[in-house]
Nanobody, 124 residues
Framework: VQLQASGGGLVQAGDSLRLSCVVS????????LGWFRQATGQEREFVGG????????KYADSVKGRITISRDAAKNTLYLQIDDLKPEDTAVYYC??????????????????WGQGTQVTVSS
């Protein structure tokens, strides 16, 4: 499975941003797709995920209410919409594929495939 993230950049606090992640090269469908982020000097953290079917989502409490994760099945593309961006949202954002079936996992070790990351910088 290959994942290619894009859409990051330098934005102002209060702005909105939509990240994209194109998923390709799979023979078996992932169970879920997730977004993680890693700020400088910090561990990578779960932001949210969506089931491959698109039937349900899961969001981290730290961003709940400000993010929306969606998937366009026809385009094999995953999206992360972040509203009301804050300086603390500054991080490299990664998309990842969870192949293990059951539930959307928050543990990054349970994601088998990763995109290269896209930098989001929020200025105050």
């Amino acid at each position: 499975v290959q994942l290619q993230a894009s859409g990051g950049g330098l934005v102002q606090a209060g702005d909105s941003l939509r990240l994209s992640c194109v998923v390709s090269g799979y023979t078996a469908s992932p169970y879920a797709l997730g977004w993680f982020r890693q700020a400088t000097g910090q561990e990578r953290e779960f932001v949210g995920g969506i089931a491959w079917t698109g039937g349900f989502t899961k969001y981290a409490d730290s961003v709940k209410g400000r993010i929306t994760i969606s998937r366009d099945a026809a385009k094999n593309t995953l999206y992360l919409q972040i509203d009301d961006l804050k300086p603390e949202d500054t991080a490299v954002y990664y998309c990842a594929a969870q192949m293990r079936w059951g539930r959307i996992e928050v543990n990054e070790r349970l994601y088998a495939h990763w995109g290269q990351g896209t930098q989001v910088t929020v200025s105050s």
